[in-house]
């Protein structure tokens, strides 16, 4: 070991079997010292005559959680990882892993060269590498069908979900469950008693089970995975292991393993991997910021908002108190909670009992003053300026101190509504996406004076409710809605051109987006933020609201909708189209795919330059987490921003100006060193 080996693998012990301890914090990653350890302690244990058996176990809160992420893509270091593995196979004396905590990836790989595994009870292993857009790369697709079939590690490979140990053991993947506080002890008393047995190599293993699990997963999953080629090769390489010798099938495996490694779609998923957990971090505040303590969270409103804001906090037995207006209102947005959650108990999701738990915890009312005792406040009324400054100014005098008051609003001004109390330091914007208990998004708007733990409150509680969190600046729409504005926009001018809404949504959705433009207007309402005036026609948009042409809700919108909402082209839409370009007396002409392209998402990446210019978001892979987990931005193409990388930030600045668009001035700088944000 060279001197600046940090020491993160060392031997023990016990008698006639040596215990072999990883202790890499945080996740006992597979780094190169790891590796590195791995081989030399292995290689100790082997060499000493008094062993018989080994044990490998990991110090801190998990076992391996999988290969080292950070250092993918950059210049190998290190003792390869497949090498190690296949000598800690070849081991002439018996290998027992001892698991607790998570044994993912790499980390299940170097446990399935292990002779045999011990886990405890609250153990989970897996292989999650197809979520980073990856294969178990390190043996994993062929020694998994050798020790748990091909069924299971088909479903394991390709979907990425972690097992708990008693589902493992049912399995053959654990052959002992240990004690939850006793697994050092077990695992070596287990190992001792395997020394008569010898090693047992799962290469020497038989491969069995049915292949045809391969194709119905493929059938199964077919939506889900859309446009994605990791779970795909995933499945390729445990149809391999069905059919070739372990080392040709090794050999394939490493070779589909490297083509997506190389590839665009495993960078953009490993982006997000991390990306993910740096949005959670606000710059310029202290880690161990003291957060205020929310006992009970108070809701204005019980529509649609309302309702699902308040369904993400009894999920986690938090009491709330929601205030509406009238009490038919009130009573309608309670049925629809108690509806939403009887049809999520039907599907098994939650016990009947626990539905009626959740609903004993709402106190509804009619009064702004029975949220006196809350922690936590979060108004979610219309989006009017007016109304929503005149509740925050009542808030202040009900309010206890301390407690947060917040906006869900969803393009207004912060500043401007905290302006109207008399604790601007406690408001802060919390913007759902709908639907608000399903969607994983929450915009965490930080205004001019939020106090620095308010903002970290509000974040960690987006945490606690399963939500990520995004800091954003105030301005209009904040990240998601501003950058949504311009597509909207420049969508709405193609079909004056001459493009259809069927083709620009189609763009959209081959794209790999859920929807398109003119689906999502239809679905959201084409009547939201219209002006109402049935005679005030400007754009296609006033003229489709003043038909009725509401969208979804009405079958009709920019699609006409059967009884199922399934859409059709509208042939009353096109005359619509036709009407207002010979108003506007513009020539109709083809439009490409690849313009469409350019104008509708090339803006999105020069709004998010200047959202990032003007300290809007922390960071581009803020951006770039808003708009996967808000409006389903495909993974593989990693957010906006990410995209611009692999797009192109000099192609894309290019196009812009070519379709007379003022480039952002941080775009031009990227696209003038070709790089990416
Ligand atoms: C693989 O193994 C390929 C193989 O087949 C080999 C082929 C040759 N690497 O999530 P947390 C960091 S692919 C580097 O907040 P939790 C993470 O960024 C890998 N860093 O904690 C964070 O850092 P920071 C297959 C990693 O308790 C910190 O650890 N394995 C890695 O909520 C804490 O993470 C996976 O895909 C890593 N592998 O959850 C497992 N993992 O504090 C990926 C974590 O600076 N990891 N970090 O922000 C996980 O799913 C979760 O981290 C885990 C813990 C469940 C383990």
């Given at each position: 070991m060279s001197e600046e080996t940090p020491v993160s693998v060392t031997l023990q012990k016990d008698g006639d079997v040596a215990v072999v301890i990883v202790n890499n914090?945080?996740?006992?990653?597979?780094s190169w010292h790891v590796r590195q350890g791995l081989k030399d302690n292995f290689e100790a244990a082997l060499a000493?005559?008094?062993?018989?058996a080994i044990v490998l176990r990991c110090d801190g809160g998990t076992f391996i959680a999988g290969a080292?992420?950070?250092?993918?893509?950059k210049p190998p270091r290190g003792p390869d990882f497949n090498a190690v593995l296949n000598m800690i196979e070849a081991a002439t004396k018996p290998v027992v892993a001892a698991i607790h905590g998570t044994a993912l990836g790499g980390g299940l790989e170097t446990a399935l060269v292990c002779h045999y595994r011990v886990a405890v009870p609250s153990a989970k292993l897996g292989v999650p590498e197809v979520k980073l857009g990856?294969?178990?790369?390190?043996g994993g697709t062929q020694r998994l069908p050798r020790v748990v079939g091909v069924e299971a590690a088909a479903t394991m490979t390709s979907l990425g979900d972690p097992l708990p140990a008693a589902k493992a053991k049912d399995l053959g993947l654990v052959d002992a469950l240990a004690g939850e506080d006793s697994l050092a002890a077990d695992a070596i008393a287990f190992a001792r008693a395997k020394i008569a047995d010898g090693p047992r190599p799962t290469r020497e293993r038989p491969v069995f089970g049915d292949a045809a699990v391969i194709e119905q997963l493929k059938a199964a999953n077919a939506k889900r995975w859309r446009g994605f080629e990791a779970p795909y090769a995933n499945l390729a390489c445990v149809e391999a292991a069905t059919r070739l010798p372990f080392d040709e099938g090794l050999a394939f495996e490493r070779q589909e393993f490297m083509k997506l490694m190389m590839g665009s779609q495993s960078a953009a998923q490993r982006h997000l991997f991390f990306a993910e957990r740096q949005a959670a971090k606000i710059d310029?505040?202290?880690?161990?910021i003291r957060l205020r303590d929310v006992k009970k969270v108070g809701i204005i409103g019980a529509g649609t908002m309302g309702g699902g804001i308040m369904m993400n906090f009894l999920q986690k037995g938090v009491p709330c108190t929601i205030v509406e207006m009238q009490q038919d209102a009130l009573d309608r947005g309670l049925g629809v909670i108690r509806k939403n959650y009887d049809a999520s108990a039907a599907k098994g999701r939650f016990k009947p009992e626990q539905v009626d738990q959740m609903m004993g915890l709402i106190t509804p009312s009619l009064?702004?003053?029975?949220?006196?005792?809350?922690?936590l406040i979060i108004e979610a009324v219309y989006e009017d300026m007016g109304v929503k400054k005149e509740i925050f100014g009542k808030l202040d005098k009900i309010a206890k101190p301390g407690a947060i008051l917040a906006s869900n609003t969803s393009y207004l001004n912060i500043d401007e509504i905290a302006a109207s109390?008399?604790?601007?330091?406690d408001v802060v914007g919390m913007h759902f996406f709908s639907p608000a208990n399903v969607m994983k998004l929450l915009e965490v708007v930080r205004g001019e004076k939020t106090a620095d733990d308010v903002l970290a409150t509000a974040m960690a509680w987006g945490k606690k409710i399963g939500k990520v969190s995004v800091v954003a600046g105030v301005?209009?729409?904040?990240i998601g809605n501003r950058m949504l504005a311009p597509r909207q926009i420049e969508a709405q001018k193609l079909l004056l051109e001459g493009a259809t809404p069927q083709q620009v949504d189609k763009v959209h959705t081959d794209f790999g987006?859920?929807?398109?433009p003119f689906q999502m207007s239809d679905l959201a309402g084409v009547?939201?933020?219209?002006?109402?005036?049935?005679?005030?026609?400007?754009s296609i948009r006033d003229a489709l609201c003043s038909e009725g042409r509401w969208g979804q809700k009405k079958q009709a919108g920019f699609y006409d909708y059967d009884e199922k909402r399934a859409p059709t082209p509208s042939a009353r839409v096109e005359e619509i189209i036709d009407e207002f370009r010979k108003k506007a007396g513009i020539e109709k002409r083809e439009i490409t795919d690849q313009e469409i392209i350019e104008r509708t998402l090339y803006p999105m990446v020069n709004e998010g330059a200047l959202i990032l210019e003007e300290g809007k978001?922390?960071?581009a892979s803020d951006i770039d987490v808003v708009w996967v987990f808000?409006?389903?931005?495909p993974v593989y193409r990693g957010g906006p921003m990410f995209w611009a990388g692999i797009e192109g930030t000099d192609k894309i600045a290019a196009a812009l100006e070519k379709h007379g668009f003022t480039v952002a001035p941080l775009l031009a700088e990227k696209a003038a060193a070709k790089a990416g944000f």
């Open positions: 914090p945080p996740v006992n990653a597979l000493d005559d008094g062993v018989k080292d992420i950070s250092e993918f893509g990856l294969l178990p790369g390190a310029g505040l202290p880690k161990d009064d702004l003053e029975a949220l006196a005792d809350c922690d109390t008399s604790r601007p330091g301005c209009h729409g904040f987006m859920p929807m398109g009547d939201i933020g219209w002006h109402r005036d049935p005679n005030r026609i400007e978001a922390q960071r808000g409006y389903g931005w």
